[in-house]
């Protein structure tokens, strides 16, 4: 058989492009592999402004994840409280907001440095005229709270409205806050016990005055919240980089721009 020398000259050039295939493309499965991590599924709750706000579009929380996980994209995804304690544990999500720091050990959870603090009040009407200076004096008041607040408020708290306790009764929760707040104002005397950003947010939103509410300072000064990892790895890099956003400033900015801190002070101080 008589050979095409156009041929002959082709199969080497061939033979290269095939090679370098082999060569390059574990490569490039590899950097296509590294840019689909660079996508996180992050539980949130439902909306509570000034934290969550407009289905997960923005918010303090919203925007303090994405500056402290820069170069990922984060896909938002909203569960009530409950789920999101164990939205990471049960696979549902890479990250979770705002939890609870829980063990690791059997769990393969890995939990933050504190990342944000509520600030909570039992709060009535001026109307109502109660005076409430202690957790005890909340025994026999309608109370509103959110989802297993009787578990985050202290021993005293726990003890008076756990599911076997007499005024468990008069206590009632929520998994969505705008609910909370709205019941609070459509009654005479309840108690609504509540992080006070979010109280004066959402009663304003309702066409509500805050200033017609009576903020009782009986619980401990904050409640401590972290985000849940499932890469201990990923936690690591967050831990590093939310410290530096407070070093920087932009963290105390994003608290000023949100307005979250405690009721009786400026932002944040």
């Given at each position: 058989m008589i050979s095409d020398p156009e041929t002959k000259l082709a199969a080497p050039f061939v033979r290269c492009i095939v090679a370098a295939a082999f060569v390059l493309l574990p490569s490039l499965v590899g950097r296509y592999a590294a840019a689909a991590d660079q996508e996180l599924t992050v539980a949130v709750s439902v909306d509570i402004p000034p934290y969550v706000v407009e289905k997960a579009t923005s918010g303090f929380e919203v925007d303090l994840m994405r500056a402290a996980l820069p170069g990922y994209t984060l896909n938002f995804v909203q569960m009530p409280y409950d789920d999101l304690e164990t939205a990471v544990e049960k696979h549902r999500a890479d990250v979770a907001v705002c939890v609870l720091e829980g063990a690791t050990d059997d769990t393969g959870v890995f939990y933050s440095d504190r990342f944000i603090s509520f600030y909570n009040y039992a709060i009535s009407k001026k109307s109502a005229g109660l005076?409430?200076?202690?957790?005890?004096?909340?025994?026999?008041?309608?109370?509103?709270?959110?989802?297993?607040?009787?578990?985050?408020?202290?021993?005293?708290?726990?003890k008076l409205f756990s599911p076997d306790a007499p005024d468990r009764k008069n206590y009632q929760e929520f998994a969505h806050q705008s609910k909370q707040v709205a019941a609070f104002w459509q009654s005479d005397d309840a108690v609504v016990v509540i992080d006070g950003s979010i109280f004066r947010l959402v009663s304003t939103q309702q066409g509500h005055d805050?200033?017609?509410?009576?903020?009782?300072?009986?619980?401990?000064?904050?409640?401590?919240?972290?985000v849940a990892f499932r890469d201990e790895a990923l936690r690591d890099q967050f831990d590093e980089r939310l410290k530096a956003l407070k070093a920087s400033g932009e963290y105390q900015r994003l608290v000023y721009r949100w307005h979250v801190g405690p009721a009786d002070t400026e932002p944040g101080k």
């Open positions: 005076e409430i200076d202690s957790v005890a004096d909340l025994a026999g008041h309608p109370i509103l709270a959110w989802e297993d607040a009787y578990l985050e408020l202290g021993e005293a708290f726990q805050p200033g017609e509410a009576v903020f009782h300072a009986i619980f401990p000064p904050n409640t401590k919240f972290h």
